[in-house]
C-alpha cells in the first residue's frame, strides 16, 4: 500500500478510536483506556466493538486504595464478554476491599483467534505498570483474574508471558507482562484433555486445531515455577466448565512449588460471577458461592495486596 494511504488510513483509525473513547467517557464515569491508540496488532477493522481492545477503569477510592491492582477478564466462551456480572460488579467489589481493577475487553472469536486475545492482555498488564505512577498504583502488585474463559485468558498470560522489550521505542512494551497473582474463578484451563470447553476452544483456535496447538494452551502443561501464586474456585456441580479444569492447573502449580489455594464448592451452576448470578443470563444466585470473595479477599491480604503501606512506599518511590 503507498506510504499516503497508510497515512490516511492510521488518522482514519485514530479519528475513529477518539471519536469512540470521547463518547463512552461522558457516558460513564469510568474512563475507558484504548490499549493501542493507533491500532491493535492484527486489527481486522476499526468497529469499536470489535476490533479495539481496551479496559475500563475503576481507581480504588483514595480514602481506602492500597495501591494494588487487578485486571479482569470476563468470560463468555471467547465469544462474547459476560461485563457485568463478571467485570463491572466483580470491579466494584475490588474497590470496597481497596484494589483498582481495570476490566478488560478483548478480542473474541471466531473474528479473531490466539494470540490476539494474549496480546490484549499482555498490554493491559503492561499499561497497568507503564502508567502506575499516573493511577497512584504499586507495579510490582498487579494481578489478572478471569472467570470461565477469561479464566482461561488469565492462565495464559500466568504462563505464557514475557519481560518486555528494554530497548522497545513504546514504554508500555518495556514492561512486563507477568501477573503477580492469579485469580481463575470456574476457569477454562485444560483444551488438551477430555475436560476442555470446546467451544472456548473452537473460538480461541479455529475449528481444527492442532494436538500442539491444543496442548501450548492448556496452560496446566505449561506451569513452571515462575507461574504466579494463583487462588481458585469452582463448584463440584459445574457442567459447563467442568471442575477438573481448576484441580489439574492447581495440582501443576503444587508439583511446580507455586503457591495455591483452591476452592471448590458442593453446589452452583456455571456463570455465577460472585456468587449473586445473572438475570440476563438467566443464572440465579448461591448462597455458598457467595463465600469466594471474602476468602478471596483473606488471601489477597496474606499476599500482602491490602496493605495501604506498601502504596504509600511504592508512591514515594
Known amino acids: 500500500m503507498p506510504r499516503l494511504a497508510l497515512a490516511v488510513a492510521a488518522i482514519a483509525i485514530g479519528g475513529a ?13 469510568h474512563p475507558v483506556v484504548v490499549l493501542w491508540p493507533e491500532g491493535a496488532p492484527g486489527a481486522k477493522g476499526t468497529d469499536p466493538d470489535k476490533d479495539v481492545p481496551s479496559m475500563q ?16 477478564c470476563p468470560g ?9 456480572h463478571e467485570g463491572k460488579q466483580v470491579a466494584e467489589w475490588l474497590n470496597s476491599i481497596g484494589v483498582s481493577a481495570f476490566v478488560l475487553k478483548y478480542r473474541l472469536g471466531p473474528r479473531y483467534h490466539h494470540p490476539a486475545m494474549l496480546n490484549d492482555v499482555s498490554r493491559a498488564v503492561r499499561t497497568v505498570r507503564a502508567r502506575a505512577g499516573e493511577w497512584g498504583l504499586d507495579p510490582r502488585r498487579v494481578a489478572v483474574m478471569g472467570f470461565s474463559a477469561g479464566g482461561h485468558l488469565a492462565s495464559t498470560i500466568g504462563t505464557h508471558f514475557d519481560a518486555g522489550k528494554p530497548d522497545a521505542s513504546d514504554p508500555i512494551e518495556r514492561q512486563s507482562s507477568r501477573p503477580d497473582r ?15 470447553h470446546g467451544g472456548s476452544a473452537r473460538n480461541l483456535l479455529g475449528e481444527h486445531p492442532t494436538r500442539a496447538q491444543l496442548e501450548s494452551l492448556s496452560n496446566e ?16 456441580a459445574d457442567k459447563g ?13 503444587r508439583k511446580a512449588g507455586v503457591p495455591v489455594e483452591l476452592h471448590l464448592f458442593e453446589r452452583g451452576q456455571h ?24 476468602l478471596c479477599e483473606t488471601w489477597l491480604k ?11 512506599n511504592a508512591a514515594s518511590k
Open 17 to 29: 478510536l477518539s471519536s469512540w473513547v470521547g463518547r463512552v467517557q461522558a457516558e460513564d464515569s
Open 241 to 253: 466448565v467442568l471442575a477438573e479444569n481448576s484441580m489439574l492447573f492447581a495440582l501443576a502449580l
Open 76 to 84: 463468555g466462551g471467547y465469544g462474547g464478554l459476560a461485563s457485568d
Open 302 to 312: 496474606g499476599q500482602g495486596f491490602l496493605d495501604r503501606a506498601q502504596a504509600s
Open 57 to 72: 477503569v475503576y481507581k480504588a477510592p483514595a480514602d481506602r486504595a492500597t495501591g494494588s491492582s487487578v485486571v479482569v
Open 182 to 196: 492469579l485469580i481463575l474463578v470456574y476457569p477454562v484451563v485444560a483444551l488438551a484433555t477430555p475436560y476442555a
Open 271 to 294: 456463570g455465577l460471577g460472585l456468587g449473586t448470578g445473572s438475570k440476563q443470563h438467566r443464572i440465579g444466585p448461591e448462597p455458598a458461592f457467595q463465600a469466594w470473595p471474602r
Open 221 to 236: 502443561m505449561q506451569v513452571t515455577r515462575d507461574t504466579p501464586p494463583t487462588f481458585l474456585a469452582h463448584t463440584n
